[in-house]
T-cell receptor, first 109, second 117 residues
């Protein structure tokens, strides 16, 4: 079983839609959590950190449920430019990032 | 400011050859990481440097892989006797390191796409 599991998608949604991704992680000792975005043939870039209290950055909202060991990302009012792969990331130590395989999002006009 | 840079951007080699991949971290970042990303997968941790020393090399798949960071800045990932299964994108990242605390953000370079024929 992978340490971080995500639905690979693709999620194909129209512009303006709301879309949500979930991921689960297996190590209850995990300390910090992130969503990274990766465009095709580009490097991963930090989208946002995820906190137990939930956090919002514009159209993006991230939630962490430690008891159930899952992390979510909600994107409201999807834009064409949101099309990318979204990587769920867990940090077991102060430095080692464990990535999920990513969820692919396609936003169509 | 300048981000993490990696050279070459693409490397094609033959099975059995030796390759070196270079990473220039963000200036002032003491921590440096190497990851490997295969098609359709997320990046997998290979090795972490804090300064000049490899603090954790548990992700290196076998003894054909080795990495150095002699002056605590530029790092080189070395792969001996390459195999077709080594084909992947090799990503380097850097961060502030110990000064960054629990929220130390890793910034990734564009990667080197290695193809072993």
């Amino acid at each position: 079983r992978k340490e971080v599991e995500q639905d690979p998608g693709p999620f194909n949604v129209p512009e303006g839609a709301t879309v949500a991704f979930n991921c689960t992680y297996s190590n209850s000792a995990s300390q910090s959590f992130f969503w990274y975005r990766q465009d095709c043939r580009k490097e991963p870039k930090l989208l946002m950190s995820v906190y137990s209290s939930g956090n919002e950055d514009g159209r993006f909202t991230a939630q962490l449920n430690r008891a159930s060991q899952y992390i979510s990302l909600l994107i409201r009012d999807s834009k064409l430019s949101d099309s990318a792969t979204y990587l769920c990331v867990v940090n077991k130590s102060s430095y080692k990032l464990i990535f999920g395989s990513g969820t692919r999002l396609l936003v169509r006009p | 400011g300048a981000g993490v840079s990696q050279t070459p951007s693409n490397k094609v080699t033959e099975k059995g050859k030796y390759v070196e991949l270079r990473c220039d971290p963000i200036s002032g970042h003491t921590a440096l990481y190497w990851y490997r990303q295969s098609l359709g997968q997320g990046p997998e941790f290979l090795i972490y440097f804090q300064g000049t020393g490899a603090a954790d090399d548990s992700g290196l798949p076998n003894d054909r892989f080795f990495a150095v960071r002699p002056e605590g800045s530029v790092s080189t990932l070395k792969i001996q006797r390459t195999e077709r299964g080594d084909s992947a994108v090799y990503l380097c990242a850097s961060s502030l390191g110990l000064a960054g605390g629990n929220t130390d953000t890793q910034y990734f370079g564009p990667g080197t796409r290695l193809t072993v024929l």
